[in-house]
């Protein structure tokens, strides 16, 4: 059984940044892949961005490609999304998740263990 908890979220301007930061316990970290999805109010989950065991993969949503990155730190057991320029937008509560088997970073449906969320909220 994996556990993990995200962290780092909070209320900032338009423009501004925040790293989010995901640590796993419970299990083998390197042995999962892991994704980051975020949820608006009255809206579905909605796929961010996922990295790959070693991380040598990375996969973006479009609304994020080139302001958002993920990253990992298999000693540390714990994963990050950097977010930069934020926008009123990315507004939402953000979770990460740990996938054994890698094959569909995109698709939540995939992923065996999902942390408690961290609320984002950008102000314009």
């Known amino acids: 059984q994996v556990q993990l908890v995200e962290s780092g979220g909070g209320l900032v301007q338009a423009g501004g940044s925040l790293r989010l930061s995901c640590a796993a316990s419970g299990g083998t970290f390197s042995s999962y892949a892991m994704g980051w999805f975020h949820q608006a109010p009255g809206k579905e989950r909605e796929f961010v961005a996922a990295?790959?065991?070693?991380?040598?993969?990375?996969y973006y949503a479009d609304s994020v490609k080139g302001r958002f990155t993920v990253s990992r730190d298999n000693a540390k057991n714990t994963v990050y999304l950097q977010m930069n320029s934020l926008k009123p937008e990315d507004t939402a509560v953000y979770y990460c998740?740990?996938?054994?088997?890698?094959?569909?970073?995109?698709?939540?449906?995939?992923?065996?263990?999902w942390g408690q969320g961290t609320q984002v909220t950008v102000s314009s």
């Open positions: 998740a740990a996938d054994y088997t890698g094959r569909l970073p995109r698709i939540d449906s995939t992923y065996e263990y």
């Open positions: 990295i790959s065991r070693s991380g040598s993969s990375t």
